[in-house]
């Protein structure tokens, strides 16, 4: 049986300045194997962080439920953990101090916190950086420490909400690559929201496609390039035609888009 | 991907930086220089009159006669007293209130409209009935230092509160974090700032409070000297209690502020 399992899902939020609610997310159902590395694109807007929330147990359903190893989601647990879209690095606390955050959280017992964190620090090339406080480091170090404290409490399922978002495409590659590394060494089930077509092909065993209003599946494309990805499949056949794929799903999207702001106005 | 960041600043923008700071550091002496000058020998050409300014050396060397008496300590110790134990109370009342009203919107609701009617009266307004009801020795003195440095602590602690950034609480959450490893962790270091901020403006209130409330009645203090060498017009005594008192909370409110930026060190530099 799969490992993740999503049945019937829908999201609500409050709409601003009044009572009202609106289904941010409805009718998501996806199976995710054990180990497996899922991609999820879509338009902005279209329910991917919401989605990855409702995964974490950091936002309530409004229908639906997800299931981890048989045990229904109700709140956060240390078999998953998250990096986040936005900055949420604690300021105050220097590298070391973020990546040891989360086993402090989860209570950690197994022996000395400070090297398991400093090996996980290793593990994203930032030993060199331990003592710096985050408005220390570029954008990319800062994620780097994201990611160090997400693998850092070894979860079971890993979380990223565009990890690489703010950063240049050639950091990007590189962040992947390494990504990729520590994914193949440890095999956690990885879910990793991106905006970058090539890099959701490049990453992912297969990619999920959502659309919007409201948020649902719209395809699920599986990517059948060998493992471990190198930086030639980019150029292949094979990769050329996921490209168009996803290049299609989404351009339909932005032509919606384009429609929907012209109708606006 | 190696990034040295070492030596982030440019030696010649560095140099500038200083050469800057000294301009400002010199105008500003040079300002103090004229000012002192001036106080002394206006009198002299007898442009004032010398007994409603007396001269920096005149104040000078009453500071020097006055400040080693068994009187000038005694009426230290009282004011000193009364301050820090007002401020004392403020803080501790201050904070604990100020984190409560944060964290709990009820409390929040409930508190609102006493404490800012409180706030918006001016406080030495309520020295007359503090006075009835306290007398006016040590207890009401306290009371005044407290109601002008509590509001301070406890509002300022509060911003820091609700200010704390959401999504690192939702961070702490999302790796179990319990609702005292929120506030402890999370809440405290990112409100501390704000405390230290609070307090720094609850001395200057505070100081205030006990001289006007030493004036206004009591049997010593600095306070109480500076009404009498006022009514007494003798310029020199009065103004060594005065910039005393100006001495002691310049010095107290620095080093509040050397604490506020050690604390907030790990802020970008803006
Ligand atoms: N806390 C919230 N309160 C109200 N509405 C919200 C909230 N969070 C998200 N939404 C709404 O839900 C919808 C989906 O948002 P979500 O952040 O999940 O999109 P996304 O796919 O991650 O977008 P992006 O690619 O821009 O990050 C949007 O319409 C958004 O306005
Ligand atoms: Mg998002």
Known sequence: MAQIVIEDLAIEYKKPNSDARFMAVEGISYSIEKGAFVTIVGASGCGKSSLLMALAGLIPLARGSVTIDGKTVIGPGSDRAVVFQDASLLPWRSVLGNVSFGLEMQRYGGGDLKERAMHYIDKVGLTRFADYHPHQLSGGMRQRVNIARALAVDPEVLLMDEPFGALDAQTREVMGDDLLDIWERDKKTALFVTHSIDEAIFLADEVLVMGKDPGHVKDIVKIDLPRPRTNDMYDSEQFNEYRKILRNHLAKDMADMRMQTVAEA | ?270
Not at chain 2, 60 to 74: G, H, I, Q, R
Not at chain 2, 84 to 104: C, D, E, F, K, R
Not at chain 2, 117 to 132: D, E, F, G, S
Not at chain 2, 147 to 157: E, M
């Open chain 2, 1 to 270: 991907m190696t990034i040295a960041l070492d030596k982030p600043v440019a030696a010649s923008a560095s140099l500038r930086e200083r050469f800057e700071k000294n301009r400002r550091t010199a105008i500003s002496t040079l300002s103090v220089i004229v000012f002192l000058l001036a106080w002394q020998f206006l009198p002299m050409l007898g442009a004032v009159d010398i007994r409603l300014t007396s001269t920096p050396l005149r104040v000078l060397k009453t500071a020097m006669e006055l400040v080693p008496t068994a009187d000038f300590a005694n009426d230290l110790r009282i004011s000193g007293v009364e301050f820090l134990a007002g401020m004392a109370l403020a803080i501790a009342v201050g904070i604990p209130l100020g984190l409560i009203l944060g964290t709990s919107r009820t409390a929040r609701l409930f508190i609102d409209p006493p404490l800012m009617a409180i706030y918006a009266t001016p406080r030495l307004a309520l020295l007359p009935i503090i006075i009835v009801w306290l007398g006016i020795g040590l207890a009401s003195k306290i009371a005044v230092v407290f109601l002008g440095a509590v509001f301070y602590v406890l509002i300022n602690t509060m911003a820091g509160v609700t200010d704390t950034d959401q999504r690192l609480v939702r961070a702490a959450k999302s790796f179990g974090a319990t609702r005292l490893d929120i506030f402890i962790r999370i809440i405290l270091p990112s409100a501390l700032p704000a405390v230290m901020i609070g307090i720094r403006l609850g001395i200057g209130r505070g100081v205030l409070g006990v001289i006007v409330g030493e004036m206004f009645s009591s049997e010593a203090g600095l306070g109480n000297k500076i009404m009498t060498y006022g009514e007494a017009v003798r310029i020199d005594h009065l103004l060594v209690y005065t910039l005393f008192v100006s001495l002691c909370g310049y010095l107290m409110t620095t080093g509040a502020r050397l604490i506020e930026e050690r604390l907030r060190s790990w802020r970008p530099q803006a």
